[in-house]
């Protein structure tokens, strides 16, 4: 064989040679290569100006098997949007842009609230017989109440009881020498409920026979008994109210009860027996 044969055969292997050490060694398009065939730190992103995609760069060992289940898209979108007809024909340096990949729309901007932690929702106002809510309001004064007949002064024996019906035995029991009472939001005594109670009030009183006019004022309810015979019964929720009844009595003694009973709000009881 001449030199000149010999030359060009020489300079045809060095060309595929050098062909070979560039040319990315063919990869099937349709096997999906497990993580560990891809050669360690292969990814290389840069930047996608000019492409409107992400972009990679091959390197020595890739294929679009590799760099499509590394970047979350498909073999057949890498080809689609990189203009590639055979699969198996990539080569190192390339750059290939990263497309069909299923991307989360971005979230909107976080606007914190204009008052955090919010305000607790609104909660009802009790009655002001037990310790209020911090910012309900203070309890709206009463209106003034009228003047009231001269009460019944004598001896009086009370039992207050904490529940609405007397029921049970009297949680205490005291003299009182009238039953002229404005307690407003508070408890009648030590032990007793500021709501939700009820009293009785019972006594013996030597009276001029005559007419007399029976009255009670109260908030909540009140029902009067004289020897026996109901006189006044206002035995309701109710705010002040003012009862009035006319009996006629003969002089003596004469036996006397009067129950009241509270519910909400303001605590008053009032009874007058007076001759007219």
Not at 87 to 105: E, F
Not at 111 to 123: D, I, L, M
Not at 140 to 161: C, D, I, R, S, T
Not at 207 to 215: D, F, I, K, V, W
């Amino acid at each position: 064989m001449g030199n000149s044969v010999r030359r060009r055969l020489g300079a045809i292997v060095a060309v595929a040679v050098l062909v070979s050490l560039l040319v990315v060694p063919p990869a099937s398009a349709n096997s999906l290569a497990a993580p560990s065939a891809a050669p360690s730190g292969a990814a290389a992103y840069v930047g996608s100006a000019g492409y409107g995609y992400p972009t990679y760069i091959v390197r020595r060992g890739d294929n679009l098997t590799v760099i499509a289940w590394r970047n979350g898209t498909t073999v057949w979108a890498l080809m689609q949007c990189n203009n590639i007809r055979n699969p198996n024909r990539i080569y190192a340096g390339q750059v290939l842009r990263i497309c069909g990949v299923a991307v989360h729309p971005p979230l909107p901007p976080y606007h914190p609230p204009a008052h955090w932690p919010p305000p607790p929702p609104p909660q009802p106002c009790p009655n002001y017989g037990t310790q209020p809510y911090y910012g309900c309001p203070p309890p709206a004064p009463e209106p003034a109440l009228p003047p009231f007949p001269p009460v019944l002064y004598g001896n009086w024996h009370a039992q207050f009881y904490n529940n609405t019906d007397l029921s049970g035995s009297p949680v205490v029991e005291r003299n009182d020498g009238a039953i002229a009472f404005n307690w407003n939001w508070g408890s009648p005594a030590p032990g007793v409920n500021a709501t939700h109670f009820s009293a009785r009030w019972t006594g013996t009183f030597w009276l001029a026979g005559g007419r007399y006019a029976a009255t009670t004022r109260s908030d909540d309810g009140v029902r009067v008994w004289i020897d026996g015979v109901i006189v006044i019964d206002g035995w309701m929720v109710q705010a002040a109210t003012d009862n009035v009844q006319w009996v006629q009595l003969g002089g003596g003694n004469h036996d006397i009860r009067v129950e009241y009973f509270q519910a909400t709000e303001r605590n008053l009881v009032y009874f007058s027996l007076v001759n007219r």
